[in-house]
């Protein structure tokens, strides 16, 4: 029996944490695309990792469940990456909702049920949460503690029209979330965090790159303080720091990783895009 760490969305973010975090131990890739599995599975076996692959969806309960169960057969968990999403250009609001709002908080309650003691998990939220405006105490609290099954059938959730939006809120109700979460994981000696990553250069940042939006994106590029955008290995290199002993005094805390993308958005140059985000 090995230590596991499973990963939820094995994109290109995903890939980088469960590199830093993964060798010795065994690699569950869940994916709702199993091909992106086991595509990075092949990767990752080719860098000396061992993976099994899973067809996972988080928006699913009883799929989350199987994840688990599928893992648990290799031995204790030790880790949890969900890097698993829909973006605002992907899908509809009911859709980031189930998936990024909903998903991420039934894996936080399942996954906090079994963690290993000692263990740690992140959550890849999203510079996006940062930019909604300021939710009243009761909207953070309400977002936060929710019975997960009665979480899309809040008021202020379903009068939500606008993908963004529901990005926003999402990414927004992950971090709330994760704070929640960190005080049962607490009790498993288990830490979890989330990481808010700004522009992070994957395949599907590339096609936006360079696709019909693509000059207003590389604007507020060179506009950003950092002056380009990131990429999976800068947030890998956070996500280890928080996965590892060294971040055994960091839980429920977000961690905005966006070149100054936001302090900008605020108070500097890119202002001009608060009238579009
Ligand atoms: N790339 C960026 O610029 C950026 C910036 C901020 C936040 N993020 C967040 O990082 C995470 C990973 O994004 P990425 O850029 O690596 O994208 P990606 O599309 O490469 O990876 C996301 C993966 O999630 C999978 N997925 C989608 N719905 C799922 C579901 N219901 N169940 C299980 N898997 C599902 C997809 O099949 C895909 O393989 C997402 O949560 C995204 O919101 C990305």
């Known amino acids: 029996m090995k230590e596991v760490v499973v990963l939820v969305g094995s994109g290109s973010i995903g890939q980088a944490i469960a590199r830093r975090v993964g060798a010795g131990k065994k690699i569950i890739l869940g994916d709702l695309k199993i091909s992106a599995a086991n595509d990075a599975a092949k990767i990752l076996e080719n860098a000396g990792f061992e993976t099994s ?47 990024d709002l909903y998903g991420t908080a039934v894996l936080l309650e399942e996954f906090g049920k079994i963690i290993s003691e000692g263990g740690s998990g992140v959550i890849i939220s999203s510079q996006s949460g940062h930019r909604l405006h ?96 990131g990429t999976p290995d800068e947030v890998g290199d956070l996500a280890e720091f928080l996965m590892s002993s060294r971040g055994k005094f960091i839980s429920g805390a977000d961690f905005l990783i966006d070149g100054g993308t936001t302090a900008s958005y605020f108070f500097g140059d890119l202002q001009y895009l608060k009238k579009t985000h």
């Not at 204790?76 to 250009?89: H, M, R, T, Y």
């Not at 049962?184 to 936006?208: C, F, H, Q």
């Open 53 to 99: 692959t899973v067809e996972v969806d988080i928006s699913s309960r009883e799929s989350i469940l199987n994840l688990i169960e599928h893992a648990k057969k290799f031995g204790e968990i030790k880790n949890l990456i969900n890097a698993a999403g829909v973006s605002p250009s992907q899908a509809s609001v009911e859709k980031i909702l189930q998936v």
């Open 134 to 229: 300021a939710l009243t105490e009761e909207e953070n609290f309400l977002l936060a503690t929710t019975p997960t099954e009665k979480l899309l059938e809040i008021d202020f959730l379903k009068k939500i029209s606008d993908t963004l939006k529901a990005y926003q809120f999402a990414k927004r109700g992950n971090v709330l979330r994760v704070m929640y979460e960190a005080t049962k994981w607490g009790k498993r000696n288990a830490t979890i965090n989330s990481i808010s990553p700004g522009i992070i250069i994957t395949p599907l940042a590339n096609d936006e790159l360079h696709g019909p939006r693509g000059e207003g994106y590389r604007k507020m590029l060179e506009k950003s303080p950092a002056k380009r955008a």
